[in-house]
């Protein structure tokens, strides 16, 4: 499996590389070249002998790869990177946030059912193995509420909230589901590690605050109790989800519906716009 990693300035990239290179449950994978604007992390996968080659554009490997890893850390790059490989077919991994525009994740979505890409991704914190436990107990009584928490970098180069965001949003979703009716959102300043959020399932709330301490928490509440779990760690996600995307490939069956792709750039963008305009908004007026 010839794969080319499209955005070398994350921690993925890196990851990703090593853990193909030096991990044999990747032993069928290769990676024939990287493209990033940071030379710098050019260099370091360079001379780690981790890939052979920088490519001078992101579409230089077409024709020539089997997949693409899409790691670049703004979101807008993932469909402008992405877009003309899916449209060949070739299966990709588009790290997280998926996109930011959500006319931009329906589209590579849409590409991909033409072509038969098969496509994966997100934040890895799905993976997280604090969370089984939760989403077990989640399961077994009538839910009455729930909390999550995780840090947020809203001053960066990145698009702002939308860059480091959805790690919360795919925690509580693996939890307790898709079916987000409805947000509000509060951020007194966007210059500032700070956003509340209030998530209406219709039956219950789920309360989420993005702060800047680095960990990632949540509780199930049900009538028969509550289960909290707590991280820092974020173990071997990086793993798993390389793992996703192998066997999504090697299996030809793509891992979660293309809506659970795109449901967290809807959701991502009602809570932008809920704290601009400091108003409940409707999770179905972005599908």
Known sequence: ?????????????????KFINTDPDFSDME??????????ANERLLRCGYVPYAAKHPHEFLGKVDGVLVTARHGDHHYEYALPYVEQGVNAFIDK??????????????AAEKSGA?????????FLRELKPVKEFAAQGKL?????????????????????????????LTVFGMDVKAVTAVCPDESKN????????????????????????????????CQSAYTHDLGDCFKQELLEY?????????????????KPVLILN??????????????????
């Not at 499996?1 to 590389?17: C, D, Q, R, W, Y």
């Not at 496509?119 to 799905?126: A, R, V």
């Not at 192998?246 to 795109?262: E, I």
């Open 1 to 17: 499996m010839k794969l080319a990693i499209l955005g070398t300035e994350n921690s993925h990239a890196f990851a990703f590389a």
């Open 31 to 40: 990676i024939v070249g990287v493209y990033g604007y940071d030379d710098a």
């Open 97 to 110: 946030p998926f996109t930011v525009k959500v006319d931009y994740a329906k589209a590579l979505l849409n």
């Open 118 to 126: 098969l496509l994966c991704g997100g934040s890895c914190l799905k």
């Open 144 to 172: 009455v509420g729930g909390y999550v928490g995780a840090p947020i970098n809203m001053v960066n180069d990145y698009a702002g909230f939308f860059f480091y965001s959805q790690h919360l949003l795919e925690m509580m």
């Open 194 to 225: 700070r956003v509340s959020v209030i998530f209406n399932y219709g039956e219950y709330d789920v309360v989420a605050q993005y702060t800047s301490s680095y960990g990632y928490t949540i509780t199930a509440y049900s009538d028969k109790g």
């Open 246 to 262: 192998k066997n999504m490939v090697t299996s030809g069956v793509r891992p979660h519906a293309y809506g659970d792709l795109l």
């Open 270 to 287: 009602a809570i932008h716009d809920s704290y601009l305009t400091r108003k409940t908004v409707q999770v179905s007026d972005y599908e």
